[in-house]
């Protein structure tokens, strides 16, 4: 398994390559050395070696060495993906020295379609190993390789047939990241999108586990942390808002009577 080999395993990145397609464009690439990665970041299309997959946005393909793939772009939405080619082994102390064994196969499967918090979480793994991969960029091929181990083990773990979650994790989970993003400006349309869901689910979703809509939960994540802020720190009005993730000072003082029936500096006075 992968988690046991990471442990050990050595792994050497040959380049790193975007590609931007056209409508129906098409190519295919013969592997014979190497394991290669496709992570699709737009569009759709076919991708074929042995099978035939359909891709989306989200999908992560793994190629082991020797095997074949065809792709193609569909017209409407042409593919806009990349690919990372490496090899991977195994290192194992022996006395006094070392011993390589290569990783002819890695525990993946050809297609891993990334959806939810998976694709969320995928996407930034992929941004890391290509952000690392820029000659000028601060901790350069070492900083790729690291994220590139983190990839694949999260690909084992998360991406190759691991069972549907629940609708009870699924709201846990985009509720988590309303509390991490509350600061930063969202939608119900954003959040949706992000993880694979319709807005209408989303809310059904915040209207069962929580009783309120998404908007009303973002609200109270950030009258929450605008309140402790006012009891105990020194920012001022216009600091607490923009920390908050409020339009600007007069937005807050309008959100935050409306809630609680006083402006925030008399809040403040009333509490100290």
């Known amino acids: 398994?992968?988690?046991?080999?990471?442990?050990?395993?050595?792994?050497?990145?040959?380049?790193?390559?975007?590609?931007?397609?056209?409508?129906?464009?098409?190519?295919?690439?013969?592997?014979?050395?190497?394991?290669?990665?496709?992570?699709?970041?737009?569009?759709?299309?076919?991708?074929?070696?042995?099978?035939?997959?359909?891709?989306?946005?989200?999908?992560?393909?793994?190629?082991?060495?020797?095997?074949?793939?065809?792709?193609?772009?569909?017209?409407?939405?042409?593919?806009?993906?990349t690919i990372i080619r490496f090899e991977c082994m195994t290192v194992e102390p022996k006395e006094d020295s070392w011993s390589t064994s290569p990783v002819v196969h890695l525990p993946l499967p050809f297609c891993m379609p990334a959806a939810n918090v998976d694709r969320l979480e995928a996407s930034r793994l992929m941004e890391r190993i290509i952000r690392g991969w820029n000659p000028s960029a601060a901790g350069g091929e070492v900083a790729s390789k690291a994220a590139l181990s983190e990839m694949l083990l999260y690909a084992e773990k998360h991406l190759s047939g691991?069972?549907?979650?629940?609708?009870?994790?699924?709201?846990?989970?985009?509720?988590?990241?309303?509390?991490?993003?509350?600061t930063s400006s969202l939608?119900?349309?954003?959040?949706?999108?992000?993880?694979?869901?319709?807005?209408?689910?989303?809310?059904?979703?915040?209207?069962?586990?929580?009783?309120?809509?998404?908007?009303?939960?973002?609200?109270?994540?950030?009258?929450?942390?605008?309140?402790r802020l006012l009891l105990h720190s020194d920012l001022s009005l216009r600091m607490i808002a923009e920390v908050c993730g409020y339009t600007d000072e007069f937005h807050f003082s309008k959100v935050f009577k409306k809630r609680t029936g006083q402006s925030p500096a008399r809040y403040k006075r009333m509490s100290v």
């Open 187 to 227: 939608s119900v349309e954003e959040l949706a999108r992000t993880y694979g869901i319709s807005p209408v689910y989303l809310r059904k979703l915040f209207h069962e586990y929580e009783g309120c809509s998404p908007k009303q939960y973002l609200e109270t994540v950030r009258h929450e942390n605008a309140l």
């Open 1 to 81: 398994m992968i988690q046991v080999e990471l442990n050990r395993l050595y792994l050497h990145i040959y380049f790193i390559l975007r590609r931007t397609t056209e409508g129906g464009w098409s190519g295919s690439r013969k592997h014979l050395s190497g394991h290669t990665l496709y992570w699709i970041h737009e569009g759709e299309g076919t991708f074929i070696a042995g099978e035939k997959r359909e891709v989306t946005a989200g999908s992560l393909l793994y190629a082991r060495p020797d095997m074949e793939v065809q792709y193609r772009s569909s017209e409407r939405r042409p593919l806009d993906f």
């Open 162 to 182: 691991r069972k549907q979650e629940s609708r009870f994790t699924l709201f846990e989970r985009i509720k988590e990241a309303i509390q991490l993003r509350h």
